[in-house]
């Protein structure tokens, strides 16, 4: 038991929830969550926080902090500090809890990376809640009310059913682009290189369609109507996705309220189901980001992505295209079987599918994968307990790669996303994509001028792109296509958006990159 905590009863509780900024969100390949203006904005919420938050009871003086919109408040009177963060949060959180420690405050950590290493955080923490909060948060909040927190709590699978509304009310609402539900957790796939399904499992557990609508009611009241349906592959179960796609769209739009536009993420085999597709145009399901990561069938035997193998990959995200669902995309460098022409293969690649968001990675080893446990057999792991701890969050891997060097990678990496991300390659993306592009239904194209969540952060960050030369390039560009096209001018919006924010990340984060790449050989 943890002594020093007050008990519930004796004096008012204060806690304090954080979410760290990611790596990404200061000095990485790109930013694509930070928006990149002189203020703090980000294009979607934390929702692990406020999901945390729904868990304590109403008497507790709640404080939540999203890093990558305000700063650590280290003067935050709480004596109980929680803070939630995946792999990418992992160090940053590490040096906060640190610093409250020194305060004599008691450290609580929990997330997805403290659940898959524990060891790499128990020095630093003075209590773990690992797995799923919702399965131990009863006797951690009975624990906390009487002031003796154990130094772990283990949790197991969570019943979504059973979800309490996440705290949006405690959130910095204004600050943000798009709401997050979490609509289900695990993914039945067995890619090497994933720890998602290391944490969350393989059998796939979904929220029921009559609390994501109560989530989607909340969010919208909140202002948001731009909405992350969280899931790691939206379309595994057919039935399922179905019943959700129809309930979404029973509610998008309909009874005097105004389109939302929903995101979400699922695999390159939507592309084989029309029926599906049709539903999601329905319910307003715009944007689905998919893994499609290489047309390197050698490269995709070897990861055990086999949704992706022998697939026309180039015809069947126009397909899905074609049926009014814009796609982001993952793409990945790094491959056994890639070599120095993997690079000018991706760019390729890249530049026939139309799609303008495309997230290059760098293979790595996630702590607990199959893939970490074969390099580690192999004697392939960089020996540096950051990286083999922290893999994931840097344009470096932590695998010593076959057929280059790690600075090869990372060089390669580099080169691939500035290809990818020049104005003129991106202006032909856009094209493709205006060519294709089935619109919403009439009745989910945004008509009002209402101020919602996230309009006044789009709008600064057209005028930051505005004073540049080359983005004015490919703002005016895209102009001209959402005149040719305005019934797909809400659909082309959020995807400059995204470009303009990745377009200065490039930029502020070039010198940064630079200086990286003298670090090794």
């Given at each position: 038991m943890l002594g020093g905590l007050l008990k519930w009863g004796s004096s008012e509780m204060d806690v304090y929830l954080i979410a760290p900024t990611p790596e990404f969100g200061r000095?990485?390949?790109?930013?694509?969550?930070?928006?990149?203006?002189?203020?703090?904005?980000?294009?979607?919420?934390?929702?692990?926080?406020?999901?945390?938050?729904?868990?304590?009871?109403?008497?507790?003086?709640?404080?939540?902090?999203?890093?990558?919109?305000?700063?650590?408040?280290?003067?935050?009177?709480?004596?109980?500090?929680?803070?939630?963060?995946?792999?990418?949060?992992?160090?940053?959180?590490?040096?906060?809890?640190?610093?409250?420690?020194?305060?004599?405050?008691?450290?609580?950590?929990?997330?997805?990376?403290?659940?898959?290493?524990?060891?790499?955080?128990?020095?630093?923490?003075?209590?773990?809640?690992?797995?799923?909060?919702?399965?131990?948060?009863?006797?951690?909040?009975?624990?906390?009310?009487?002031?003796?927190?154990?130094?772990?709590?283990?949790?197991?699978?969570?019943?979504?059913?059973?979800?309490?509304?996440?705290?949006?009310?405690?959130?910095?609402?204004?600050?943000?682009?798009?709401?997050?539900?979490?609509?289900?957790?695990?993914?039945?796939?067995?890619?090497?290189?994933?720890?998602?399904?290391?944490?969350?499992?393989?059998?796939?557990?979904?929220?029921?369609?009559?609390?994501?609508?109560?989530?989607?009611?909340?969010?919208?009241?909140?202002?948001?109507?731009?909405?992350?349906?969280?899931?790691?592959?939206?379309?595994?179960?057919?039935?399922?996705?179905?019943?959700?796609?129809?309930?979404?769209?029973?509610?998008?739009?309909?009874?005097?309220?105004?389109?939302?536009?929903?995101?979400?993420?699922?695999?390159?085999?939507?592309?084989?189901?029309?029926?599906?597709?049709?539903?999601?145009?329905?319910?307003?399901?715009?944007?689905?980001?998919?893994?499609?990561?290489?047309?390197?069938?050698?490269?995709?035997?070897?990861?055990?992505?086999?949704?992706?193998?022998?697939?026309?990959?180039?015809?069947?995200?126009?397909?899905?295209?074609?049926?009014?669902?814009?796609?982001?995309?993952?793409?990945?460098?790094?491959?056994?079987?890639?070599?120095?022409?993997?690079?000018?293969?991706?760019?390729?690649?890249?530049?026939?599918?139309?799609?303008?968001?495309?997230?290059?990675?760098?293979?790595?080893?996630?702590?607990?994968?199959?893939?970490?446990?074969?390099?580690?057999?192999?004697?392939?792991?960089?020996?540096?307990?950051?990286?083999?701890?922290?893999?994931?969050?840097?344009?470096?891997?932590?695998?010593?790669?076959?057929?280059?060097?790690?600075?090869?990678?990372?060089?390669g990496a580099i080169w691939l996303v500035d290809a990818l991300f020049e104005p003129d390659n991106v202006i032909k993306r856009f094209k493709h994509v205006a060519k294709l592009l089935?619109?919403?239904?009439?009745?989910?194209?945004?008509?009002?001028?209402?101020?919602?969540?996230?309009?006044?952060?789009?709008?600064?960050?057209?005028?930051?792109?505005?004073?540049?030369?080359?983005?004015?390039r490919v703002i005016d560009a895209v102009n001209e296509m959402t005149r040719a096209r305005p019934e797909i001018a809400w659909d082309l919006s959020p995807i400059l958006v995204k470009?303009?924010?990745?377009?200065?990340?490039?930029?502020?984060?070039?010198?940064?990159?630079?200086?990286?790449?003298?670090?090794?050989?």
């Amino acid at each position: 038991m943890l002594g020093g905590l007050l008990k519930w009863g004796s004096s008012e509780m204060d806690v304090y929830l954080i979410a760290p900024t990611p790596e990404f969100g200061r000095d990485t390949l790109i930013s694509d969550a930070s928006l990149n203006l002189d203020e703090r904005f980000t294009l979607m919420a934390a929702a692990g926080i406020v999901t945390v938050a729904a868990f304590f009871d109403p008497d507790v003086n709640l404080t939540l902090c999203d890093e990558l919109i305000e700063d650590v408040d280290f003067t935050n009177p709480a004596q109980i500090v929680c803070i939630s963060m995946n792999v990418s949060q992992a160090r940053r959180g590490i040096e906060i809890a640190q610093e409250f420690k020194k305060m004599g405050r008691t450290v609580v950590m929990g997330g997805a990376h403290v659940s898959l290493a524990p060891e790499v955080f128990e020095a630093d923490a003075d209590c773990l809640v690992i797995g799923e909060f919702e399965t131990s948060a009863e006797e951690f909040m009975r624990d906390l009310r009487n002031g003796a927190l154990k130094p772990r709590y283990v949790g197991g699978k969570a019943d979504m059913a059973l979800s309490p509304l996440p705290r949006w009310d405690l959130y910095r609402n204004e600050r943000v682009v798009t709401g997050v539900i979490q609509t289900s957790r695990g993914c039945p796939f067995e890619c090497h290189f994933c720890d998602v399904i290391q944490y969350l499992g393989r059998t796939q557990r979904h929220k029921p369609p009559e609390k994501v609508i109560e989530e989607c009611q909340l969010l919208y009241d909140h202002g948001y109507r731009n909405i992350s349906l969280s899931d790691d592959n939206f379309t595994v179960y057919r039935k399922r996705t179905r019943e959700l796609l129809e309930v979404l769209a029973a509610w998008n739009g309909r009874d005097g309220r105004e389109p939302v536009q929903f995101s979400t993420q699922a695999s390159i085999d939507i592309a084989r189901d029309q029926g599906i597709m049709d539903l999601c145009n329905e319910a307003g399901v715009r944007d689905i980001f998919i893994g499609i990561e290489t047309n390197s069938d050698e490269a995709l035997q070897e990861s055990k992505k086999r949704q992706n193998l022998k697939q026309d990959l180039v015809k069947q995200t126009q397909t899905v295209v074609e049926s009014g669902i814009v796609v982001s995309s993952g793409m990945m460098i790094g491959f056994d079987s890639d070599d120095l022409s993997c690079f000018e293969r991706q760019f390729e690649f890249g530049m026939a599918l139309p799609v303008v968001t495309i997230r290059v990675t760098v293979l790595v080893a996630p702590v607990a994968t199959p893939l970490y446990a074969t390099m580690e057999a192999e004697g392939r792991l960089v020996q540096n307990g950051n990286e083999i701890s922290f893999a994931g969050t840097d344009c470096w891997t932590n695998i010593i790669p076959k057929n280059m060097t790690r600075k090869q990678l990372a060089e390669g990496a580099i080169w691939l996303v500035d290809a990818l991300f020049e104005p003129d390659n991106v202006i032909k993306r856009f094209k493709h994509v205006a060519k294709l592009l089935k619109p919403a239904p009439e009745h989910l194209r945004r008509q009002s001028k209402a101020k919602i969540a996230g309009s006044g952060v789009m709008l600064k960050l057209m005028r930051s792109g505005a004073k540049d030369p080359n983005a004015r390039r490919v703002i005016d560009a895209v102009n001209e296509m959402t005149r040719a096209r305005p019934e797909i001018a809400w659909d082309l919006s959020p995807i400059l958006v995204k470009y303009l924010n990745t377009y200065f990340a490039i930029k502020r984060s070039s010198m940064i990159r630079s200086s990286q790449l003298d670090r090794v050989s």
